[in-house]
T-cell receptor, first 113, second 115 residues
């Protein structure tokens, strides 16, 4: 019940296109949903986060869409660039992020010219 | 602001040996986490400290793993004895005192290889 399922496992998108990564959760007590970006040899870095009382949050080219009734949320990267090539993890937490993050399995994104 | 510092960056040991990792969190961050990231997977929490007290160690294999956070700042994670399945990246993260949303900031981790 504490799992976060992420798809796809890998994604190839052309430069300038939209990258979309999806996550689903079971535990409705989760109240904080961040997305992390990880480059090889580096730790995860927070990209953007949302709470369940909001259906969408946008920061620059990155948007989280949140569907509370379906228990799903997704990351959209607009105008994808080669520098966006990385592994992306969705996560969920209780208590507004004050407790452990439960991570998805990751999506390896490759942006091709 | 300086980030979360971890050392060493890499460690190679043989099974049954012991190893220790060190973490220095962002200044002022009361909460410190140790995560284990096995290749191809998302990080999984091992232990969470609030100041120098343990909040959650339910997924820490206590027969071989131990962690401490003296004086509520730096932390060490130890494995003794190591097993082949402990090969992973060990990530330390920290977050500010508990007000509002608390983003966790990660260090670059220690990559452990067990031979």
């Amino acid at each position: 019940q504490q799992q976060v399922k992420q798809s796809p496992q890998s994604l190839i998108v052309q430069k300038g296109g939209i990258s979309i990564i999806n996550c689903a959760y079971e535990n409705t007590a989760f109240d904080y949903f961040p997305w992390y970006q990880q480059f090889p040899g580096k730790g995860p870095a927070l990209l953007i986060a949302i709470r369940p009382d909001v259906s969408e949050k946008k920061e620059g080219r990155f948007t989280i869409s949140f569907n509370k009734s379906a228990k799903q949320f997704s990351l959209h990267i607009m105008d994808s660039q080669p520098g966006d090539s990385a592994t992306y993890f969705c996560a969920a937490s209780f208590n507004f992020g004050n407790e452990k993050l439960t991570f998805g399995t990751g999506t390896r994104l490759t942006i091709i010219p | 602001e300086a980030g979360v510092a971890q050392s060493p960056r890499y460690k190679i040991i043989e099974k049954r040996q012991s190893v220790a990792f060190w973490c220095n969190p962002i200044s002022g961050h009361a909460t410190l986490y140790w995560y284990q990231q096995i290749l191809g997977q998302g990080p999984k929490l091992l232990i969470q400290f609030q100041n120098n007290g343990v909040v959650d160690d339910s997924q820490l294999p206590k027969d071989r793993f131990s962690a401490e956070r003296l004086k509520g700042v730096d932390s060490t994670l130890k494995i003794q004895p190591a097993k082949l399945e402990d090969s992973a990246v060990y990530l330390c993260a920290s977050s500010p005192p508990r007000t509002g949303n608390q983003p966790q900031h990660f260090g670059d981790g220690t990559r452990l290889s067990i031979l």
